[in-house]
């Protein structure tokens, strides 16, 4: 099952029905029971007949107060990318630690104000020269740190500044649509299938330059040891978001331009386009 957040309440999908719920985001989605809440809801309730139309009208990022938060380097790829693309700043080292460490690479990423939705723009940097989306699975938690949904998640990156100097990780990762997520939360009690594919399409002028997948599979954690380092010091009224790492780093010599359109793909999940600004 969906959920859309709608500006007056909740929009649930289940297969080709649509169930409009009035309630505030926040409290409806931080909830332990959430399956069976959604499940109990399309059973008593009247499904309304022009869902499709209020989802495209009047929905948002599936984001309220949760703040959303970032893992890096999980996957072998995008170890290998920062290494590469910090070999001259001579920090390489830290990615090969930080992949092999039990501690993750954990970051703060963004509140709803800097985070679009499906089909709004994204930005880059105007200090950064080379730039690149970055299609994660994105983990919706509750307060008790239960993983409860599932979103996608595009976390927007400078190279350059990261390359840089690591020490510059917050301004490669955080300012203004420096984060996509949707078009929804998968709702689901059973773990995602380890074949889930995540799927990257980048088009210019209409035409796909750049395109690759990965499997979830490939990741190197778990995603509840990854909440469960998020949520070692750290309360989350609203409960939270996590965005798990990419696996797909484009080569060297690719860099985002504006115009470019962003499609991600999840088992599952749905589609995610976002044009850059
Ligand atoms: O080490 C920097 C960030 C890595 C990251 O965002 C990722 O692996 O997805
Ligand atoms: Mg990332």
């Known amino acids: 099952m969906k959920l859309y957040k709608n500006k007056d309440g909740v929009i649930i999908q289940?297969?080709?029905?649509?169930?409009?719920?009035?309630?505030?985001?926040?409290?409806?989605?931080?909830?332990?029971?959430?399956f069976d809440k959604v499940t109990e809801i399309t059973k008593q309730a009247n499904p309304v007949n022009n869902?499709?139309?209020?989802?495209?009208?009047?929905?948002?990022?599936?984001?309220?107060?949760?703040?959303?938060?970032?893992c890096g380097v999980t996957y072998f790829r995008s170890k290998q990318g920062r290494q590469e693309e910090s070999q001259k700043a001579g920090s390489a080292d830290f990615?090969?630690?930080?992949?092999?460490?039990?501690?993750?690479?954990?970051?703060?990423?963004?509140?709803?104000?800097?985070?679009v939705g499906?089909?709004?723009?994204?930005?880059?940097?105007?200090?950064?020269?080379?730039?690149?989306?970055?299609?994660?699975?994105?983990?919706l938690i509750t307060s008790n740190q239960?993983?409860?949904?599932?979103?996608?998640?595009n976390d927007m990156s400078s190279r350059s500044i990261e390359g840089e100097n690591p020490l510059y990780l917050p301004q490669a990762k955080t300012y203004?649509?420096?984060?996509?997520?949707?078009?929804?939360?998968?709702v689901t009690n059973d773990p995602l299938p380890a074949e889930t594919q995540i799927d990257l399409k980048i088009r210019r002028e209409n035409k796909v330059i750049f395109e690759d997948t990965v499997a979830i599979s490939?990741?190197?954690?778990?995603?509840?040891?990854?909440?469960?380092?998020l949520y070692r010091e750290c309360t989350f009224p609203y409960g939270s978001l996590l965005m798990t790492g990419t696996g797909i780093v484009p080569s060297s010599a690719f860099t985002l331009q504006s115009g470019d359109e962003?499609?991600?793909?999840?088992?599952?999940?749905?589609?995610?386009?976002?044009?850059?600004?």
């Open 146 to 153: 239960k993983i409860v949904g599932y979103t996608i998640g």
């Open 95 to 115: 990615y090969q630690h930080v992949y092999e460490a039990e501690r993750p690479e954990i970051f703060f990423k963004a509140a709803a104000n800097r985070i």
């Open 176 to 186: 203004d649509k420096c984060a996509a997520i949707g078009p929804c939360i998968y």
């Open 262 to 277: 962003i499609q991600i793909m999840i088992d599952n999940i749905g589609t995610l386009i976002n044009e850059v600004e």
């Open 118 to 139: 499906h089909k709004e723009k994204v930005r880059i940097r105007k200090d950064s020269t080379w730039d690149v989306p970055e299609p994660e699975l994105t983990l």
């Open 218 to 229: 490939q990741i190197k954690r778990s995603f509840d040891e990854l909440a469960a380092f």
């Open 51 to 70: 869902g499709l139309e209020i989802i495209s009208k009047d929905s948002s990022a599936p984001v309220g107060l949760q703040e959303l938060w970032a």
């Open 14 to 34: 289940n297969g080709d029905s649509y169930y409009f719920v009035r309630s505030n985001w926040d409290d409806f989605v931080n909830d332990d029971n959430l």
